[in-house]
């Protein structure tokens, strides 16, 4: 059975980046990566990437910290509370970060070949891939058995 309170990305991925937790998008997909390498069962899912970086350096909340925090093993709620103790981003700050976080893409040529090459491997027909998120999402459905 499936127990989101103990992520398992062994078994399942990490919610979307752009759910939503107190207005911050990536926040759940950060606490089941967190929760998951607490538990030794992060898979190929890592902890403090540089999506994670995003979020820690928009709050200014040390992933250390959080990581403890979620040792201890509070909810969602919790740990928001948590959050929202820690950082002095307003809400409409935390809005503005996640409508950027939310459509941000590779900004130069680099990261557009390699956006391309990983659609391309993925799900060469579609043409409606431009985020790290929409990238995010189909890799995530593609490495559990979804077809692109």
Request: hydrophobic share 40%.
């Given at each position: 059975m499936l127990n989101l309170a103990q992520p398992d990305p062994t078994q399942h991925p990490p919610r979307s980046v752009r759910t939503r937790l107190g207005g911050f998008c990536h926040l759940p997909r950060l606490l089941d990566k967190a929760r998951a390498f607490a538990a030794g069962k992060n898979g190929g899912y890592h902890y403090n990437c540089p999506l994670d970086r995003n979020f820690f350096d928009f709050t200014g909340i040390d992933h250390e910290a959080l990581l403890a925090e979620v040792k201890k093993g509070g909810s969602d709620t919790e740990i928001l509370t948590?959050?929202?103790?820690?950082?002095?981003?307003?809400?409409?700050?935390?809005?503005?970060?996640?409508?950027?976080?939310?459509?941000?893409?590779?900004?130069?040529?680099?990261?557009?070949?390699?956006?391309?090459?990983?659609?391309?491997?993925?799900?060469?027909?579609?043409?409606?891939?431009?985020?790290?998120?929409?990238?995010?999402?189909?890799d995530d459905y593609v490495s559990y058995g979804g077809k692109g």
């Open positions: 948590w959050v929202r103790a820690h950082t002095s981003r307003s809400k409409a700050e935390i809005h503005a970060w996640t409508e950027w976080l939310d459509q941000h893409g590779p900004g130069g040529v680099g990261g557009h070949e390699w956006i391309a090459e990983t659609v391309k491997a993925a799900a060469g027909d579609r043409d409606d891939i431009r985020s790290f998120a929409d990238l995010l999402d189909l």
